[in-house]
């Protein structure tokens, strides 16, 4: 089996293992490392060359644990950004106080003049 694409393969498990950094900067250069690990892991796989079974159980093996770490970062990054959305719509609607509302059937503007 391949020795770079391995090593390549268990740092990017390494890599996700880790939980996601809070501040903006550090998740940027968090996702960057895993983005370029994957594109070297890509490259790795192309040359690899598997020669019997139980190599290829082991990569069928790191390789769904791999989708399922993956698929774990992209549903937190998801509801990040679902969050960060409302508290900007949230925002928005508390700034913007030209914004008509209903109360019983009646529009009322916020603003009086």
Not at 15 to 29: F, S, V
Not at 69 to 92: A, C, P, V, W, Y
């Amino acid at each position: 089996m391949n020795h770079l694409f391995t090593s390549i393969t268990e740092e990017l498990i390494r890599k996700l293992e880790q939980q996601l950094p809070a501040g903006d900067d550090d998740r940027d250069l968090y996702l960057t490392a895993v983005e370029e690990l994957v594109l070297n892991r890509e490259k790795a796989m192309i040359a690899l060359k598997v020669c019997n079974d139980t190599e290829k159980e082991q990569l069928l093996q790191k390789e769904m644990y791999l989708k399922t770490m993956l698929n774990e970062k992209f549903n937190h990054i998801k509801k990040d950004l679902k969050n960060l959305s409302t508290k900007k719509q949230g925002r928005n609607k508390y700034l913007n106080n030209q914004t008509l509302s209903t109360q019983n059937g009646v529009f009322l503007d916020r603003q009086s003049k």
